[in-house]
Nanobody
Framework: QAQLVESGGGWVQAGGSLRLSCAAS????????MGWFRQAPGKEREFVAA????????IYADSVKGRFTISRDDAKNTVRLQMNSLKPEGTAVYYC???????????????????WGQGTQVTVSS
């Protein structure tokens, strides 16, 4: 059974950094677009970043551009999200997800992703 498991969440002060990891198992996701989404309390789940297969292309939400970096290591079936200069509005549950469609504008759409992890909490204090 395919599974995505996030780790690396926690508490950090504003301006700090965290690195999230997503470990995939049960199948290979090397041909999938891998994405990160987040959901703050009382808000919709929103797109954060996505990376194409082989890692040749990335997309970021405007709110994180220049501060977050998504990467993948298909040999280890792992996707990471390096988050720098964190802001209090970044407090949310962060989810890893897999999308079988080719990289493109729809890679930012939550409904295009077939597999989801359980999420990891990130709390940024001011």
């Amino acid at each position: 059974q395919a599974q995505l498991v996030e780790s690396g969440g926690g508490w950090v002060q504003a301006g700090g950094s965290l690195r999230l990891s997503c470990a995939a198992s049960g199948r290979t996701f090397s041909s999938y677009v891998m994405g990160w989404f987040r959901q703050a309390p009382g808000k919709e789940r929103e797109f954060v970043a996505a990376i194409s297969w082989r890692g040749t292309s990335t997309i970021y939400a405007d709110s994180v551009k220049g501060r977050f970096t998504i990467s993948r290591d298909d040999a280890k079936n792992t996707v990471r999200l390096q988050m720098n200069s964190l802001k209090p509005e970044g407090t949310a549950v962060y989810y890893c997800a897999a999308n079988p469609a080719p990289m493109g504008p729809t890679s930012t759409i939550r409904m295009k992703y077939d597999y989801w992890g359980q999420g990891t909490q990130v709390t940024v204090s001011s």
